[in-house]
């Protein structure tokens, strides 16, 4: 009976310790990192509940030797810290698509990976958030067949 009324009290602490935190509906902005040579992405954040969201991340590259689309999906846990500051860790993965030019020419490629994500992110009084994020990227295809480490700032507006 011990045993019992002690693990009742642990979990009934556990479970008010990990509080429902306000994450917004939707956030749009930038995530500026490598992005695997992709440079700056634009980030888009939909909330599915009280801690839980789906990210989309789209990179381009329109250069003299090739371009390139990279589009990315997540879905992410989000953990309150303290106050507005946040954590997060997320799963997911993508496409990326190159067209060669030039010296590249007739070098077409697409490639599937998948990505881990887990970072920080400050939600500011006003309709701002900022968030500073680490996510391994692991690829299957010719041209991203390996894996990737980035990281990247993020400057997302909330509504």
Do not use: C, H
């Not at 556990?14 to 509080?19: D, L, Q, W, Y």
């Not at 995530?31 to 381009?60: C, I, K, M």
């Not at 060669?100 to 599937?112: I, P, Q, S």
Request: hydrophobic share 45%.
């Amino acid at each position: 009976m011990k045993k019992l009324f002690l693990l009742s009290l642990t979990l009934l602490g556990f479970t008010m310790a990990v509080s429902a935190q306000d994450i917004s509906d939707n956030a749009i902005g930038l995530r500026l990192g490598d992005s695997d040579g992709l440079g700056a992405e634009v980030s888009y954040q939909r909330a599915l509940g009280d801690s839980n969201r789906l990210e989309a991340d789209l990179g381009w590259r329109n250069s003299s030797s090739y371009n390139a689309i990279k589009l990315t999906g997540l879905y992410q846990w989000v953990m309150e810290l303290d106050g507005n500051f946040n954590w997060f860790v997320g799963a997911g993965g993508g496409l990326a698509i190159f067209d060669g030019k030039n010296a590249l020419k007739g070098t077409d490629e697409t490639a599937l990976f998948v990505a881990g994500d887990i970072g920080v992110e400050y939600n500011f009084d006003i309709p701002l958030q900022v968030s500073l994020d680490f996510r391994p990227e692991l690829g299957f295809g010719d041209f991203a067949d390996d894996l990737d480490f980035d990281i990247a700032l993020g400057i997302r507006y909330r509504w």
